[in-house]
């Protein structure tokens, strides 16, 4: 009870100080009426910037130094001794801050410390708040480095290096990255936990985008998991999760069935694949989801049969469109098979056309299975691969594929995860990555 009466007696002085200030403040910088509403705003802002300030300092001051007297145990077991007074400098959203800490160093592991990093969780290294940190990672996802520094000081009065926010964007990215190594391990030791999603229907997707790395181009390759609501043409996207990675396609197989089982794919009765005729996709579909609904993407299946169109009957002729309509309408009806022999009844007389015609052939007998659109979209499932296309653009272009950008190897992969992980239904809390 006397302890708890000291603590309130302490946090009533500690609003006293804090409320003196904020009055000070207020009488200093509150001007008088009247004001255009934009004015007052103006004012609002400035002010209330300036009292977290207050808040801040306030707060911590009440910490102290962290001096503990001339000895202290060390985690190694020995007493490390009392040195010097150091000054450290946090930059938070709030402005910047000055801390003296009581410096320790213990001569038997050759370790030194300030007991208030620990008292306040600084960060162990970098001169940024933890929440600072979490803001520059988001800003990070979809503004160069540059556009952040130019952000920060504009909406938060903070001055950072582009330097400085590029290496807090790899450390927090590099975390993220960890996580989802932490997530692969525990799904294929049959450890992971169950899914907090429990979805009525599941799409998974795949696709391949071209980002400049090193020197050369290389493909991205993203994954998303999402829901739907809804049937035919009101079939809307209720919630989408995103994987993103430079890695080989059978390591991209791997994460797609962890981030599958972390969206519910294992809780969930009806789960279909959706996606192009990339031969890796369809390779790592049969690993990890060969019992899966599997529909090829109508509208890749489409630009194949145009070529063949536009061989036949010539380019943009009104011939090869009245024949794209007409196989269209099969495909949409289950006629797979009409399809197959109007495409075997084109005789070319070119080599190269023969070598379409081949081509096409073998491209449709191979995803005979993943064309009965007419049975899917009846069960409710998307015919068309539009979702991961657009996460192609939004998720990595976007960000990545910027006029003169260049990545680094672990860079883009630091980025991808963090993108990825932005643009998910479920906007992360960059924060927890960023001590």
């Given at each position: 009870?006397?302890?708890?009466?000291?603590?309130?007696a302490?946090?009533?002085?500690?609003?006293?100080?804090?409320?003196?200030?904020?009055?000070?403040?207020?009488?200093?910088?509150?001007?008088?009426?009247?004001?255009?509403?934009?004015?007052?705003?103006?004012?609002?802002?400035?002010?209330?910037?300036?009292?977290?300030?207050?808040?801040?300092?306030?707060?911590?001051?009440?910490?102290?130094?962290?001096?503990?007297?001339?000895?202290?145990?060390?985690?190694?077991?020995?007493?490390?001794?009392?040195?010097?007074?150091q000054?450290?400098?946090?930059?938070?959203c709030a402005g910047?801050h000055?801390?003296?800490?009581?410096?320790?160093?213990?001569?038997?592991?050759?370790?030194?410390?300030?007991?208030?990093d620990?008292?306040?969780?600084?960060?162990?290294?970098?001169?940024?708040?933890?929440?600072?940190?979490?803001?520059?990672?988001r800003?990070?996802?979809?503004?160069?480095?540059?556009?952040?520094?130019?952000?920060?000081?504009?909406?938060c009065?903070?001055?950072?290096?582009?330097?400085?926010?590029?290496?807090?964007?790899?450390?927090?990215?590099?975390?993220?990255?960890?996580?989802?190594?932490?997530?692969?391990?525990?799904?294929?030791?049959?450890?992971?936990?169950?899914?907090?999603?429990?979805?009525?229907?599941?799409?998974?997707?795949?696709?391949?985008?071209?980002?400049?790395?090193?020197?050369?181009?290389?493909?991205?390759?993203?994954?998303?998991?999402?829901?739907?609501?809804?049937?035919?043409?009101?079939?809307?996207?209720?919630?989408?999760?995103?994987y993103?990675?430079?890695?080989?396609?059978?390591?991209?197989?791997r994460?797609?069935?962890?981030?599958?089982?972390?969206?519910?794919?294992?809780?969930?009765?009806?789960?279909?694949?959706?996606?192009?005729?990339?031969?890796?996709?369809?390779?790592?579909?049969?690993?990890?989801?060969?019992?899966?609904?599997?529909?090829?993407?109508?509208?890749?299946?489409?630009?194949?049969?145009?070529?063949?169109?536009?061989?036949?009957?010539?380019?943009?002729?009104?011939?090869?469109?009245l024949?794209?309509?007409?196989?269209?309408?099969?495909?949409?009806a289950n006629?797979?098979?009409?399809?197959?022999?109007?495409?075997?009844t084109?005789?070319?007389?070119?080599?190269?056309?023969r070598?379409?015609?081949?081509?096409?052939?073998?491209?449709?007998?191979?995803?005979?299975?993943?064309m009965?659109?007419?049975?899917?979209?009846?069960?409710?499932?998307?015919?068309?691969s539009?979702?991961?296309?657009?996460?192609?653009?939004?998720?990595?272009?976007?960000?990545?594929?910027?006029?003169?950008?260049?990545?680094?190897?672990?860079?883009?992969e630091?980025?991808?995860?963090?993108?990825?992980?932005?643009?998910?239904s479920?906007?992360?809390?960059?924060?927890?990555?960023?001590?």
């Amino acid at each position: 009870m006397a302890e708890d009466s000291s603590r309130d007696a302490d946090l009533e002085k500690q609003i006293r100080r804090i409320m003196k200030r904020v009055e000070s403040q207020l009488r200093k910088e509150l001007t008088p009426g009247p004001h255009t509403f934009d004015e007052t705003e103006d004012q609002a802002i400035e002010i209330g910037d300036e009292i977290k300030k207050v808040i801040v300092e306030e707060v911590n001051r009440d910490c102290g130094s962290g001096f503990a007297g001339n000895r202290v145990v060390c985690s190694c077991g020995a007493r490390a001794r009392y040195k010097r007074r150091q000054e450290r400098m946090v930059i938070s959203c709030a402005g910047v801050h000055g801390f003296e800490r009581a410096y320790y160093y213990c001569h038997s592991c050759r370790r030194g410390w300030c007991p208030l990093d620990r008292i306040l969780a600084l960060p162990e290294t970098g001169e940024c708040s933890r929440r600072l940190r979490s803001l520059v990672a988001r800003f990070c996802c979809y503004l160069p480095y540059r556009l952040v520094a130019e952000e920060l000081e504009v909406i938060c009065g903070v001055r950072l290096a582009p330097s400085t926010i590029e290496r807090i964007a790899r450390s927090v990215g590099d975390r993220v990255v960890e996580q989802w190594r932490d997530r692969e391990r525990l799904v294929w030791q049959d450890r992971a936990p169950a899914s907090e999603q429990r979805p009525r229907r599941l799409h998974l997707s795949m696709d391949g985008v071209m980002i400049f790395v090193d020197g050369e181009w290389r493909e991205a390759k993203l994954g998303c998991a999402y829901q739907t609501s809804g049937r035919g043409s009101e079939c809307g996207v209720t919630r989408s999760s995103y994987y993103a990675t430079l890695a080989h396609s059978h390591a991209f197989g791997r994460r797609l069935r962890t981030l599958a089982h972390w969206e519910g794919a294992d809780r969930c009765g009806q789960v279909a694949i959706v996606a192009d005729g990339g031969p890796w996709i369809w390779k790592e579909v049969g690993k990890y989801f060969p019992m899966k609904t599997q529909i090829l993407d109508f509208y890749h299946v489409t630009q194949h049969l145009w070529v063949v169109a536009n061989a036949s009957f010539g380019e943009q002729s009104e011939q090869g469109a009245l024949w794209m309509e007409q196989q269209k309408s099969r495909l949409l009806a289950n006629e797979m098979g009409n399809v197959i022999t109007e495409v075997m009844t084109w005789k070319p007389r070119k080599e190269a056309d023969r070598k379409v015609r081949r081509n096409l052939l073998a491209y449709l007998e191979t995803h005979r299975s993943r064309m009965a659109y007419k049975t899917f979209t009846e069960q409710g499932w998307h015919i068309g691969s539009g979702v991961i296309e657009a996460g192609c653009k939004c998720v990595v272009k976007a960000r990545m594929g910027g006029a003169g950008m260049r990545w680094s190897q672990s860079g883009a992969e630091a980025m991808l995860h963090m993108c990825a992980a932005w643009r998910s239904s479920d906007r992360v809390d960059f924060g927890k990555y960023a001590n």
